[in-house]
T-cell receptor, first 114, second 119 residues
C-alpha cells in the first residue's frame, strides 16, 4: 500500500505568488515524522522542513510552511513568495517511529513562471 | 561541515557487467542509507546501516546487489551482474541515530548521487 501520496505530478506558479504542494500519508504508528525535500535539476536532495506527529503547531522555515492536518493525514507544503530558484522537484517523505529510514512519495515538479 | 561524498558521479556499463559505488557519510553520523531513484520517481530505500550492522535490507535485490560498511564509516554498494532496469541514480545518505533521544527529527543528508546507465 502506498504510504505517501503526492497527487500533483506538475504545478505552475507565478513568481511572487504562493503555492501549495499536496501530500497525504498512511500509517498506524502514532509516532511519525514528515519531511519535505527539494531536488533541483542538478540532482541533490535538499532538506526543507520537518513536522512531528506530536507537534502542536505547524512547522515553518523561512518561506516554507507545513499545513499539517493530522485527522486528514495530510502534510501540505506551502511556499510563499515563489522565486525562480524554487523551480524543482519536491518530495514528501515519512519516518515511522525511530526507524530512521524515510519513505518517499512520487514527487511534484514545480515550475515558477517569471 | 563536509557533506556526504559519493563517487563516481556518472557510470556507464553494459548489461551483465559489474559496478561499485562508494560513499563517505558526514562525520559522526551513525546511520547510512543507500537509495535508488529511477527517473521521474521518488527515492526507494535499498539498505540501511547502523554503524556497521544492517538494519533494513528488505528491498535490496540480494541476488545481484550487495553492500557493506566496514568499520562503520565508508560504504560500498555493488551490482553484479547489472541489468538494464538498474539504470538509475544511486543516492547515499546519512543521519544521526534517529533512535537517540531528541533525534527523531534528524533529517537525512544526501550526497549528489551516482547516475548509472546500463546499456
Amino acid at each position: 500500500a502506498q504510504k505517501i501520496t503526492q497527487t500533483q505530478p506538475g504545478m505552475f506558479v507565478q513568481e511572487k505568488e504562493a503555492v501549495t504542494l499536496d501530500c497525504t500519508y498512511d500509517t498506524s504508528d502514532p509516532s511519525y515524522g514528515l519531511f519535505w525535500y527539494k531536488q533541483p535539476s542538478s540532482g541533490e536532495m535538499i532538506f526543507l522542513i520537518y513536522q512531528g506527529s506530536y507537534d502542536q503547531q505547524n512547522a515553518t522555515e523561512g518561506r516554507y510552511s507545513l499545513n499539517f492536518q493530522k485527522a486528514r493525514k495530510s502534510a501540505n507544503l506551502v511556499i510563499s513568495a515563489s522565486q525562480l530558484g524554487d523551480s524543482a522537484m519536491y518530495f514528501c517523505a515519512m519516518r515511522e517511529g525511530n526507524t530512521g529510514k524515510l519513505i518517499f512519495g512520487q514527487g511534484t515538479t514545480l515550475q515558477v513562471k517569471p | 561541515e563536509a557533506g556526504v561524498a559519493q563517487s563516481p558521479r556518472y557510470k556507464i556499463i553494459e548489461k551483465r557487467q559489474s559496478v561499485a559505488f562508494w560513499c563517505n557519510p558526514i562525520s559522526g553520523h551513525a546511520t547510512l542509507y543507500w537509495y535508488q531513484q529511477i527517473l521521474g520517481q521518488g527515492p526507494k530505500l535499498l539498505i540501511q546501516f547502523q554503524n556497521n550492522g544492517v538494519v533494513d535490507d528488505s528491498q535490496l535485490p540480494k541476488d545481484r546487489f550487495s553492500a557493506e560498511r566496514l568499520k562503520g564509516v565508508d560504504s560500498t554498494l555493488k551490482i553484479q551482474p547489472a541489468k538494464l532496469e538498474d539504470s538509475a541514480v544511486y543516492l547515499c545518505a546519512s543521519s544521526l541515530y534517529p533512535g537517540a533521544k531528541g533525534q527523531g527529527n534528524s533529517p537525512l543528508h544526501f550526497g549528489n548521487g551516482t547516475r548509472l546507465t546500463v546499456t
